[in-house]
């Protein structure tokens, strides 16, 4: 049973670009969160997907965008990069909106130059 | 704003002795609390987690007590393993959101 999993592992950008990141969740999961960690910080929550929609968003601005196809993988867009981006983007899957145990990914680590 | 804190950076323990780790928060609304573990190169892991309406609970070694009084969350791991190095964040949530503490990193000594 393969968990989540995220691609590519590692991306670099030039300021000013615009970025895709992928998730596929886990098997049975149809939830799918994002999130950025910068280093030496916890996870940042940036928005959560079900059903195709976007269900809860964090305090991130409207560069960052994001869409859940279907089958339930997510896509995080990240438009008109800042150096501020560069971190560790998680993506996390669970079943349902109940606030239960989360399934993260290894993370695509973006750098932004 | 930071609502979920662990002011501790590292910890370390001897092996067989009990971990500690300790997380405060703010919002009086969080209804879930969770901890996770992280090893290098890999997303954080799920470990355990707590309604805010217990104050424990436990799953082998690993026991998370929450103090909603003092807005205190605990996770103790007894007996400590060298295994169980790596970094531990809490995290609280409220209407499915989640907030992260910035991590605690605990080293258990062979």
């Known amino acids: 049973d393969a968990g989540v999993t995220q691609s590519p592992t590692h991306l670099i950008k030039t300021r000013g670009q615009q970025v895709t990141l992928r998730c596929s969740p886990k098997s049975g999961h149809d939830t799918v969160s994002w999130y950025q960690q910068a280093l030496g910080q916890g996870p940042q929550f940036i928005f959560q997907?079900?059903?195709?929609?976007?269900?809860q968003r964090g305090n991130f601005p409207d560069r960052f965008s994001g869409h859940q196809f279907p089958n339930y993988s997510s896509e995080l867009n990240v438009n008109a990069l800042l150096l501020g981006d560069s971190a560790l983007y998680l993506c996390?899957?669970?079943?349902?909106?109940?606030?239960?145990?989360?399934?993260f990914g290894p993370g695509t680590r973006l750098t932004v130059t | 704003d930071q609502q979920v804190k662990q002011n501790s950076p590292s910890l370390s323990v001897q092996e067989g002795r009990i971990s500690i780790l300790n997380c405060d928060y703010t919002n009086s609304m969080f209804d879930y609390f969770l901890w996770y573990k992280k090893y290098p190169a890999e997303g954080p892991t799920f470990l355990i987690s707590i309604s805010s309406i217990k104050d424990k609970n436990e799953d082998g070694r690993f026991t998370v007590f929450l103090n909603k009084s003092a807005k205190h969350l605990s996770l103790h791991i007894v007996p400590s393993q060298p295994g169980d190095s790596a970094v531990y964040f809490c995290?609280?949530?409220?209407?499915?959101?989640?907030?992260f503490g910035t991590g605690t990193s605990l080293t258990v000594i062979p």
């Open positions: 996390a899957s669970s079943a349902g909106l109940i606030p239960y145990e989360q399934y």
């Open positions: 997907y079900y059903e195709e929609e976007e269900r």
């Open positions: 995290a609280a949530t409220q209407s499915n959101q989640f907030y």
